[in-house]
T-cell receptor, first 114, second 112 residues
Framework: DAGVIQSPRHEVTEMGQEVTLRCKPI?????LFWYRQTMMRGLELLIY????????DSGMPEDRFSAKMPNASFSTLKIQPSEPRDSAVYFC????????????FGEGSRLTVL | GQQLNQSPQSMFIQEGEDVSMNCTSS?????WLWYKQDPGEGPVLLIA?????ELTSNGRLTAQFGITRKDSFLNISASIPSDVGIYFC????????????FGKGTKLSVIP
């Protein structure tokens, strides 16, 4: 079975540009998470969805960040406008109702904002 | 109180040596999880612990859920080069919660 699929793997953009990161969770998983990883702050939960509905977005840094899950097989994380401090690796992860604690992570999207 | 403190931050060991790392918190938790992140990849679950005092093994890996429910350790026996990576402890935010909070990680380097 395919794992969590993220795109792009790498993105380099200039400050002020819009960035869209994409995620396809594992089929059958009803929870989807967006995490951000930096050297300074480690892995931080940004937002998570259950059955396509955002449950907790308290980790989203500010209004420049938004996330959507229009259907069970697709989610996006958008940053507009991007800033250099947004540079990080963004991970998408999914899990199913009975697997508390076991998240399946994608390979991540490494974002560099110049 | 909800932070997880991992130690050491990094370690360099010779191939074949045993490794021990731990995670502590000032709060009591119901679940301890250990993940490993290979370079350029996302974290992968190694071991999950659900009961105080529980000792669980997965091949060369052994992890224990501390009796006080405030700590956990992970041991790796007879390390090999592919053990290189970052090891994270994690916990759920509450009973039945699907949200995980991660420690800052222990970076392991294995010298052949």
């Amino acid at each position: 079975d395919a794992g969590v699929i993220q795109s792009p793997r790498h993105e380099v953009t200039e400050m002020g540009q819009e960035v869209t990161l994409r995620c396809k969770p594992i089929s059958g998983h009803d929870y989807l998470f967006w995490y951000r990883q930096t050297m300074m702050r480690g892995l931080e939960l940004l937002i998570y969805f259950n059955n396509n509905v955002p449950i907790d977005d308290s980790g989203m840094p500010e209004d420049r960040f938004s996330a959507k899950m229009p259907n069970a097989s697709f989610s996006t994380l958008k940053i507009q406008p991007s800033e250099p401090r947004d540079s990080a690796v963004y991970f998408c992860a999914s899990t199913r109702d009975r697997d508390v604690g076991e998240l399946f992570f994608g390979e991540g999207s490494r974002l560099t904002v110049l | 109180g909800q932070q997880l403190n991992q130690s050491p931050q990094s370690m360099f060991i010779q191939e074949g040596e045993d490794v021990s790392m731990n995670c502590t918190s000032s709060s009591i938790f119901n679940t301890w999880l250990w993940y490993k992140q290979d370079p350029g990849e996302g974290p992968v679950l190694l071991i999950a612990l659900y009961k105080a005092g529980e000792l669980t093994s997965n091949g060369r890996l052994t992890a224990q859920f501390g009796i006080t429910r405030k700590d956990s350790f992970l041991n790796i026996s007879a390390s090999i080069p592919s053990d290189v990576g970052i090891y994270f402890c994690a916990r759920t935010r509450g009973a039945g919660s699907y949200q995980l909070t991660f420690g800052k990680g222990t970076k392991l380097s294995v010298i052949p």
